[in-house]
Structures are given as structure tokens and as C-alpha cells.
């Protein structure tokens, strides 16, 4: 099954099922609040049978809101792609290296991205993302496995200059709408990351990262079970498992996005994300060319 979120001409947002060659609206604000209905999936197949309206294909790409417009939790792992740790010249950690981030960070799969000039040192960061579709406290992993809704494709952009600020993470990754969340979320049992997604991430059309969701560190059922020891985590909660080796920060010289960049970030069997960067100012360190 394939979700997504559109945006309405009327302000509004509105979640929409893939049935064949056919987008349906659902009767739902985005696909975190249908994950919130009780036998969702059920739900989705009723509205699919009972014919339902059709979602304009253009709308499709070109109106896309991020898939969950409003999670209760955003939790990312760094760190976790063996290929991007050995680049960044650390050793492998024993625990989830986790930071958070807030709902105001998403934006759509096909939006410009804006930063004003303080975000010097804009690096890429294509990542999977969970999404978690039902509750769980102290879980087990089997109780992980049945919990993931799906999952969908991230980029958490990264203002480096800000991130390396402190030994915190979180103020280079909160930027406003830099962390676009979709096109689609497909529903996990029509894809398994153990399986070996081919993750990319291209700049102006030159590919600077590749790697496998295999080389997860920490996969997704684990990283669920971890989190969920210290913080409920609940339906429409995202849990973004970190970027292979490619990133700009790891290039000899370092190399960043400058305005203009067009980021086309990919995940096999989910879909593709294109995002042009729009910054105040073009007095950047360097610049991906």
C-alpha cells in the first residue's frame, strides 16, 4: 500500500491511497492522522472499495505536503551507515547516537527549500525514515516489527556550521522546513530494509552518495526498541535511521550546497524527492558543484 499527503487548494491537507494508477482521497488531514484511526488499513480498503475521489495527478507531483504533517516525535539516529562512520573517521558506537528534531522542520518531497544566511555549510543527508503505527513502551522487537506503518524517504539537510557549534547536535538540524519527508510512505509489508534498499542522493545531477540500508549499523526494529525503553513512541512518530558514506562534510576539501542546488534524494521501492535550496545569501565556504 501507498500513501501520501496533499495539499488542497484551500490550505488544507488531505491523505490519499495509491489503488492501481488511481490516487484517492482518504478522509483524513494527512497519513499521521489516519495512522491514529483504529484498523486503519481496514479503513484505507474501504474507502479504495467504495470507489472514492480522485486525487488530480498533478497534484501528485507538484502538491505533495510532507506524508506526516505533524508527528508527536521525530527522533534521528547519526552515525548509523558503517560506510558514512568510517568517513567520518570515528569508531562504531556501541548505543544509538540519537538527537531530536521538531515538526517544523518537515516539508514536502518536491518543495524549494529556503534558509536564510546563516545556514552556512549546508550538507545533504539521505536517510530512511520509519514511520511508527502504533504504540510502544519498553517494546520488544518483535512488538517493533508489527508496529512499523511504513516507511518513506528523508533528507536531514544540515546547516554544519551551526551543528559544530556546540557538542549538540540539534541547532544544525532544526532549521524551518529543511527536512523533506516523503513523496510516499509504503506500508511495510511491501518493503523490508533488511532486504537491501539502494539509498542515493545526487547535486545537480552528479551522484555524491550510495549506499544500502543493509550497512545499517543499527536497523530499523532495533533502533524502536531502543527508543521506546525511554520515550513512548505512538502512531505518525518518525524515526529517521541515519545517511550512508557521501556526505559533503566527509569530501577532501568539504563541500556544501550553495543556492540553486537541485538535491534528488532516492530510496529503491519508495520513491524519489527533488528539492531545490534557495539561501539568502551566497556567501557560502564552498559549494557542490
Known amino acids: 500500500m501507498r500513501l501520501c499527503t496533499v495539499r488542497l487548494s484551500d490550505g488544507g491537507t488531505n491523505a490519499a491511497a495509491l489503488n492501481s494508477d488511481r490516487w484517492i482521497r482518504l478522509p483524513f488531514s494527512d497519513v499521521g492522522a489516519l495512522l491514529r484511526e483504529d484498523h486503519w488499513r481496514q479503513r484505507v480498503q474501504d474507502v479504495i ?5 480522485d486525487v488530480d495527478s498533478e497534484t501528485i507531483t507538484t502538491a505533495l505536503a510532507p506524508v506526516i504533517a505533524e508527528p508527536g516525535k521525530i527522533v534521528c539516529c547519526g552515525h548509523n551507515y558503517r560506510a558514512h ?3 567520518m573517521g570515528r569508531p562504531e558506537p556501541a548505543f544509538p547516537t540519537l538527537f531530536a528534531k521538531f515538526a517544523d522542520t518537515l516539508t514536502g518531497a518536491f518543495d524549494e527549500i529556503s534558509l536564510p544566511n546563516e545556514a552556512e555549510q549546508l550538507d545533504w543527508e539521505a536517510e530512511l525514515a520509519v514511520v511508527v503505527g502504533a504504540t510502544l513502551v519498553r517494546a520488544t522487537e518483535a512488538e517493533c516489527r508489527r508496529a512499523i506503518a511504513g516507511y518513506t524517504v528523508a ?3 544540515s546547516v554544519r556550521s551551526w551543528q559544530r557549534r556546540t557538542t549538540q547536535w ?3 538540524k532544526a532549521f524551518d522546513a529543511t527536512t523533506p519527508l516523503g513523496p510516499v510512505m509504503v506500508t511495510a509489508d511491501e518493503c523490508d530494509p533488511s532486504d537491501g ?3 542515493t542522493c545526487t547535486v545537480n545531477g552528479q551522484e555524491q552518495q550510495r549506499g544500502s ?3 545499517l549499523l543499527f536497523d530499523p526494529i532495533a533502533l524502536l526498541a531502543y ?3 525511554f520515550t513512548t513512541l505512538r502512531p505518525g512518530d518518525i524515526v529517521l535511521t541515519g545517511t550512508p558514506g557521501g556526505v559533503g562534510a566527509g569530501s577532501t576539501p568539504p563541500r556544501f550546497l550553495g543556492d540553486g542546488a537541485v538535491v534528488e534524494t532516492e530510496i529503491e521501492g519508495i520513491g524519489m524527492q527533488r528539492n531545490v ?3 539568502q545569501s551566497n556567501e557560502l565556504t564552498s559549494s557542490a558543484s
Open 85 to 87: 562512520i568510517a568517513e
Open 227 to 229: 527508543i521506546s525503553t
Open 49 to 53: 472499495a467504495a470507489g472514492g475521489q
Open 213 to 215: 540500508t543493509d550497512d
Open 170 to 172: 540539534l541547532q544544525g
Open 155 to 157: 533528507n536531514d539537510l
Open 277 to 279: 535550496i534557495r539561501i
Open 197 to 199: 534498499l539502494r539509498v
